[in-house]
């Protein structure tokens, strides 16, 4: 069983950079993906980015690719996601997931976080 869990959200202001983190517990023995969802008040659930096991394939959604860069740090068992250049737009609960094959689809997700709040003030 893989256990996520989100730290970092924060209420910042436009413009400004947030930095969060998913760390994960337990061992997976097939290749996977971690991704980042987000999803807004009364808004469905969407990709935001995600990277291989190895780290050496990431993903992005086009409304944060030039703003927001995923990593992963194997020896903290960590996937980060730095995000600069906040609009309120990116307002959300940010998650961390991980599937079994790359996929910007939250169905195709095992493992889910509970989330954290990042709130972009104008």
């Known amino acids: 069983q893989v256990q996520l869990a989100e730290s970092g959200g924060d209420l910042v202001q436009a413009g400004g950079s947030l930095s969060l983190s998913c760390e994960s517990s337990g061992r997976l023995y097939s290749r996977y993906v971690t991704a980042w969802f987000r999803q807004a008040p009364g808004k469905e659930r969407e990709f935001v980015a995600a990277i291989s096991d190895n780290g050496d394939d990431t993903y992005y959604s086009d409304s944060v690719k030039a703003r927001f860069t995923i990593s992963r740090d194997s020896t903290k068992n960590t996937v980060n996601l730095q995000m600069n250049s906040l609009e309120p737009e990116d307002t959300a609960v940010y998650y961390c997931?991980?599937?079994?094959?790359?996929?910007?689809?939250?169905?195709?997700?095992?493992?889910w976080g509970h989330g954290t709040q990042v709130t972009v003030s104008s």
């Open positions: 997931a991980v599937a079994f094959k790359g996929s910007y689809n939250s169905y195709e997700y095992d493992y």
